[in-house]
C-alpha cells in the first residue's frame, strides 16, 4: 500500500478561537476514512484544509509527495449543498472542472457523460438543476468532482440535506461507485451509522479546540449491504463512537442553545 | 397551465375593450365637449391623419432617436459603473454618495437647465434620459455581482479556477437577471424623461406634439401622443420580458 495522504502537526486558528489542534494522519491509497464529531469539532474545517480552501495555522497537508497549499486537480470536493449552476445543464455543471482546467474537447465529454450514467442519471444530460430532485442534485455534485478524475475525493456531509431514505439508497450507491474506482475519500459527516457503513477508518474529532479524539478501524467485510446495519457487530462500532462523543455533543448542543 | 392563460387573456381583452367603449360613451354622450376629453375613435382619426400628413413620423423619430441614444450610452455606462464598483471597495465608496444622491433627486426636473446648457435639440433630452436611465442599471449592476452566491464561487475555486473565470463563469452569468431587470426599468424611466424634456422646450417630438395639442385645445392630437407613447413603452417593455425569458431561463418560475 502507498501513502496518499499525510497530515502533520496541522493546526487552525481563526482569530482567537482554537479550532483545530495537532490534527496527524496517514491515509493509505483507496482507503475510505470518515471523519465524525459534533458540530464545532472542525471537522469541516480540516476537509477545507485539506481541498485547499483555507489555509492551515501550521502544520502540512501533503498529497503524493506535494504540499498542499491551494486547490487542485488532484482533489474533488464534494459540497454539503450541491452548488449547480442554475442556467447550466446537468453535463455542463458536471463539466465544470475539466473546463476549469481548459479540457472540453469530445474525449472530456464522453467521460463526463460515463460518469453520469455511473452516477444513475442516464438520461438526464440536459436537464436543469431546478428540474431535479434533491438527490439527483447531489449525484450530479458528485460527477462533478469526479469528472477531473481526483486521486482524493473530499466529501463534506454530502447527504445531510437530503431525506432518511434517499440518504440511505446514496450511501449504498456511493459505495458501489467506490467499488469499481476505489478513489482514496476523506468524508465529514455528523451521522455515526453512516461513517461506519462507508468507511474502512473513523476517526473521532472532539471539540474545542478540534482534535483527534481515536481513530476506529471498521473491519467489517465488504462489499456491503444496508442489511449490515442490523449486524452486532455494526451496532457495536457505532455505540462505541456514540460513547466517545456523547458528552462533547451534548455541551455542543447546549452552547448552540443559549 | 394553458387554460388559465387564455382565461388571463379573455379577462384583460374583455377590460381593455369594456373600458375603451366606456370611454367612448362618456366622451361622446357624458361629457361632449372636445376641449376636455377625446374619445378613442376620435383619437384613432387623428392618430390616421397625423400618420398620413407624415407629422407623426417626425415626432416619432426624433423622440425614439433621443431615447435610443440616451438609453445606449446610460446602459454602457451604468453597467460599466456597476462592475467597477462591485470589483473595487474604494471606487464603490467613492461613487455610492453620487449614485444614491443622483438616483433620488428627481433629475427630471433639471431638464430645463440642460436646454440652457445645451439648447432645445436633442442633446439636452439625451441628457435627460441618461441621467434617468443610468442609475437603476448602476445598481442592478453593482447588486447583481455583489450578491453572486459565495458557495458557487467556492465551487469554482474548489477547482483551481481563477479570478477571470469566476467572473465569466459564476459572478456575470448570476448578475444577468439583475442587470436585465435593471435595463427593463430604464425603458419606463427613459420614455418619460424623453416626454417631460421635451415639454420643457423643443422643436419636435412626442412631447412637443403633446404640448403643442394642449396649446391648442386638440384633445385627439395630445391623447394621440400619449398613446403612442404608452404603446411603444408597452411593446418596449413585452419585448424585454421575452429577451429576459430566452437570456436568463432559470430565473422563471
Known amino acids: 500500500m502507498t501513502r496518499k495522504v499525510e497530515v502533520t502537526g496541522l493546526n487552525k486558528w481563526f482569530g482567537d478561537l482554537e479550532a483545530l489542534r495537532g490534527i496527524a494522519l496517514e491515509v493509505e491509497r483507496g482507503e475510505f476514512i ?34 498542499v497549499t491551494k486547490p487542485g486537480n488532484d482533489r474533488g470536493f464534494v459540497f454539503q449543498t450541491d452548488n449547480l449552476l442554475p442556467w447550466r445543464t446537468v453535463l455542463s455543471n458536471a463539466m465544470i472542472g475539466p473546463e476549469v482546467g481548459g479540457r472540453t474537447g469530445p474525449e472530456e465529454k464522453r467521460r463526463t457523460l460515463d460518469l453520469l450514467k455511473l452516477v444513475g442519471l442516464d438520461g438526464f444530460e440536459n436537464y436543469y438543476p431546478r428540474q431535479l430532485s434533491g438527490g439527483m442534485r447531489q449525484r450530479v455534485n458528485l460527477a462533478r468532482a469526479l469528472a477531473i478524475d481526483p486521486e482524493v475525493l473530499l466529501m463534506d456531509e454530502p447527504f445531510a440535506s437530503l431525506d432518511a431514505q434517499t440518504r440511505e439508497i446514496m450511501q449504498t450507491e456511493l459505495l458501489r461507485i467506490w467499488e469499481q474506482g476505489r478513489k482514496t475519500v476523506l468524508f465529514v459527516t455528523h451521522q455515526i451509522d453512516e461513517a461506519v457503513f462507508l468507511s474502512d477508518r473513523v476517526l473521532v474529532f472532539a471539540r474545542r479546540p478540534g482534535r483527534l479524539q481515536e481513530c476506529v478501524e471498521i473491519k467489517l467485510p465488504r462489499p456491503r449491504s444496508l442489511g449490515i446495519k442490523r449486524t452486532p457487530e455494526f451496532v457495536a462500532y457505532v455505540d462505541h463512537i456514540w460513547r466517545l462523543i456523547e458528552d462533547d455533543v451534548r455541551t455542543a448542543v447546549i452552547h448552540e442553545h443559549v | 397551465m394553458w387554460e388559465g392563460v387564455r382565461r388571463n387573456n379573455l379577462a384583460g381583452t374583455l377590460s381593455v375593450v369594456g373600458g375603451l367603449l366606456l370611454w367612448e360613451i362618456i366622451s361622446r354622450f357624458l361629457v361632449a365637449n372636445a376641449l376636455f376629453l377625446a374619445a378613442p375613435s376620435q383619437i384613432v382619426n387623428a392618430i390616421y391623419e397625423l400618420t ?65 446648457w445645451l439648447g432645445i435639440g436633442i442633446w439636452s433630452k439625451v441628457l435627460v434620459v441618461i441621467f434617468l436611465v443610468l442609475f437603476p442599471v448602476t445598481i442592478n449592476t453593482e447588486a447583481g455581482l455583489r450578491t453572486t ?27 444577468l437577471p439583475f442587470i436585465l431587470a435593471g435595463l427593463k426599468l430604464g425603458i419606463g424611466r ?50 424585454f420580458t421575452s429577451i429576459e425569458r430566452r437570456l436568463v431561463p432559470w430565473t422563471r418560475d
Not at chain 2, 81 to 110: D, E, H, R, V
Open chain 1, 34 to 67: 470518515s471523519v465524525v464529531g459534533p458540530s464545532g469539532c472542525g471537522k469541516t474545517t480540516f476537509l477545507r484544509i485539506v481541498a485547499g480552501l483555507e489555509p492551515a495555522s501550521s502544520g502540512t497537508v501533503i498529497i503524493d509527495g506535494r504540499v
Open chain 2, 52 to 116: 398620413l400628413s407624415g407629422e407623426m413620423e417626425r415626432h416619432v423619430a426624433i423622440s425614439a432617436a433621443e431615447f435610443a441614444i440616451g438609453y445606449v450610452i446610460a446602459s454602457v455606462l451604468g453597467i460599466a459603473i456597476g462592475f467597477g464598483m462591485a470589483n473595487s471597495p474604494s471606487f464603490k465608496q467613492a461613487m455610492q454618495p453620487w449614485i444614491s444622491g443622483l438616483y433620488a433627486t428627481p433629475t427630471i426636473a433639471l431638464a430645463p437647465l440642460f436646454i440652457l
Open chain 2, 149 to 175: 452566491s459565495e458557495r458557487l464561487i467556492e465551487m469554482l475555486r474548489s477547482f483551481g479556477a481563477t479570478q477571470q473565470q469566476i467572473f465569466f463563469k459564476v459572478s456575470l452569468p448570476s448578475a
Open chain 2, 190 to 239: 427613459g420614455l418619460i424623461g424623453v416626454v417631460v424634456a421635451e415639454l420643457f422646450g423643443s422643436r419636435a417630438g412626442l412631447g412637443r406634439l403633446i404640448s403643442q395639442s394642449a396649446d391648442a385645445f386638440n384633445m385627439p392630437e395630445l391623447f394621440a401622443g400619449v398613446i403612442v407613447l404608452a404603446v411603444a413603452g408597452i411593446a418596449m417593455t413585452a419585448a
